[in-house]
């Protein structure tokens, strides 16, 4: 970062709302713009965030307008903020950059920096906002490409260096440095991100109680350690001294370790691929929606149906003002991912699905819903069309 000075594009991984703090800190003494959903000009004030240098959009769609507003920000020698992930870890791990990272950059001929933050996730992970007061903040600023270096690179060789530096593994990092998170409901929310027992195999049956992880329907627990380990404990015991007990299960191919909580997050995420693959795949849910048209307030939509398959998203609801049922159509290829929330200002789970006018937060009503295991089968269905249409980024 010697000497470099704006204009350039910066990539922030994101953990947390810390990550908003973080950023500027490591900036300085430079000012930024930022690129930010618009639920956060609705929830701290358009007049607020404009003049913080937040640019406006809606998640996981292709907004020709915020490029314009991006290029407008390097034109006038400015520092262009962005993270590419669109929304917080759900266990501690990264995930995959969209290709339209490294074509944007290409575009905008000037430097590309990221910002790696470690210990944000750890500090308020989004299952439980609470602040363990122990973990430990740190930021590695790197300045991966130069403008000369961005010229001579492929826009698949941008994304596979960028992608390089936006790797993290909180939990890895929290036990290689020897962090003791001691708060006492430390595990309490983590079903919501590892909902489905690797013993009985059963979803949506996880629970949570102070320091320790179970499963309603075939009785297993783990303990969370101080170091963010999962300990497997005796069936139906609970004990006050705790050693850590490597946990396998056999799944086929290989076994998994399940003392690891990203191992775990991931091989849920084999399980619905292999759902996918099967053609056992399918979401049908009652969803209350909350629509937010601009950044002024939300609208009461009321109920819904949500129905989710390989084919993508079909949304069915009242529009404000209508009598009469419409039906919107999300096709896999054109979401890259969505936007999940664990406990969405108090009212629960929701998933958000956007057109270029309007956001509608979704909240379900009733059993078989989690925005985990949703998020998980959106990726893979954008890779299998994309595959199928044979989209490459060169």
């Known amino acids: 970062m ?31 713009n930022y690129v930010s959903e618009l639920e956060g000009f609705e929830a701290y004030g358009e007049w607020l965030y404009r003049r913080i240098g937040c640019l406006g959009t809606r998640k996981f769609v292709n907004d020709l307008a ?37 074509k944007l950059a290409k575009m905008l001929k000037v430097p590309v920096v990221v910002i790696n933050m470690r210990g944000n996730y750890l500090q308020s992970p989004i299952w439980n906002l609470t602040i363990r007061k122990e973990a430990i903040l740190d930021a590695t600023i790197t300045q991966v490409f130069t403008k000369e270096e961005l010229a001579k690179a492929t826009v698949s060789e941008i994304n596979d260096k960028l992608q390089e530096f936006l790797v993290y593994d909180e939990y890895a990092w929290q036990y290689l440095t020897k962090q003791a998170i001691t708060y006492k409901k430390r595990a309490e929310g983590i079903e ?68 690891h909580i990203p191992n775990w997050y991931e091989w849920q995420r084999n399980q619905v691929i ?13 969803v209350h929606i909350e629509a937010l048209p601009n950044a002024v307030n939300f609208i009461d939509l009321g109920e819904g149906r949500l129905v989710h398959d390989k084919n993508g998203f079909k949304l069915t609801f009242k529009k404000y003002g209508s009598s009469e049922e419409k039906t919107l159509h999300f096709l896999p290829i054109t979401m890259t991912s969505i936007h999940t929330e664990y406990n969405y200002r108090g009212n629960g789970q929701c998933v958000t699905l956007s057109t270029l006018d309007d956001t509608y937060f979704l909240f379900p009503r009733g059993e078989g819903f989690n925005a985990t295991k949703i998020q998980f089968a959106t990726e893979y269905l954008y890779e299998v069309e994309k595959a199928k249409q044979g989209i490459k980024i060169v």
Not at 74 to 86: F, M, N, Q, S, T
């Open 192 to 259: 919501l991100a590892l909902y489905q027992c690797p013993v009985c195999k059963c979803e949506f049956q996880m629970a949570s109680e102070g320091v320790e992880l179970f499963c309603k329907y075939c009785g297993q627990r783990w303990y969370m350690t101080e170091y963010g380990k999962m300990e497997h404990l005796p069936l139906n015991q609970h004990t006050k001294k705790h050693t850590i007990h490597t946990f396998y299960y056999e799944t086929g191919e290989s076994a998994v370790d399940f003392t």
């Open 274 to 286: 292999k759902e996918i693959e099967n053609g056992t795949y399918f979401l049908d849910v009652e």
């Open 2 to 32: 010697n000497g470099l000075k704006p204009p350039y594009l910066v990539l922030g991984t994101h953990h947390a709302f810390m990550d908003f703090c973080v950023t500027p800190l490591a900036l300085f003494p430079y000012r930024a």
């Open 66 to 102: 915020l490029v314009k507003n991006i290029k407008r920000v390097i034109d006038r020698k400015g520092i262009l903020v962005l993270y590419p992930e669109a929304r917080y870890a759900n266990v501690g791990t990264y995930s995959k950059l969209p290709e339209s990272v490294g």
